[in-house]
């Protein structure tokens, strides 16, 4: 298995942009599809944006769509999450997550998780 810390969050005004970024313990994690997921106090934890192993497959959810990017880092052993227009209602605790398989969209379908970074976007 692989272990997951996320770093780069904190608060920030509407509009403004924030860079989240998860680095992994293991040689293997570039082998991984990796993905990013948020959860508001008293809601669901909610699907942000996927990429696949090789990179050549990247899902966004349509509220972060043209907003956040996805990306990774072979040689740093890292997926990042860049988010520019930032809004209120992105304020979430957002974590990282990985799977051996292909991308998915369901958080039940990822076996290793960070334990999350704080998001606050101030209106």
């Known amino acids: 298995q692989v272990q997951l810390v996320e770093s780069g969050g904190g608060l920030v005004q509407a509009g403004g942009s924030l860079r989240l970024s998860c680095a992994a313990s293991?040689?293997?994690?570039?082998?991984?599809?990796k993905a990013w997921f948020r959860q508001a106090p008293g809601k669901e934890r909610e699907y942000v944006a996927a990429?696949?192993?090789?990179?050549?497959?990247?899902y966004y959810a349509d509220s972060v769509q043209g907003r956040f990017t996805i990306s990774r880092d072979d040689a740093k052993n890292t997926v990042d999450l860049q988010m520019n227009s930032l809004k209120p209602e992105d304020t979430a605790v957002y974590y990282c997550?990985?799977?051996?398989?292909?991308?998915?969209?369901?958080?039940?379908?990822?076996?290793?998780w960070g334990q999350g970074t704080q998001v606050t976007v101030s209106s």
């Open positions: 997550a990985a799977r051996p398989g292909g991308p998915a969209t369901t958080f039940k379908d990822y076996a290793y």
């Open positions: 990429i696949s192993w090789s990179g050549g497959t990247i």
């Open positions: 293991g040689r293997t994690f570039s082998s991984y599809a």
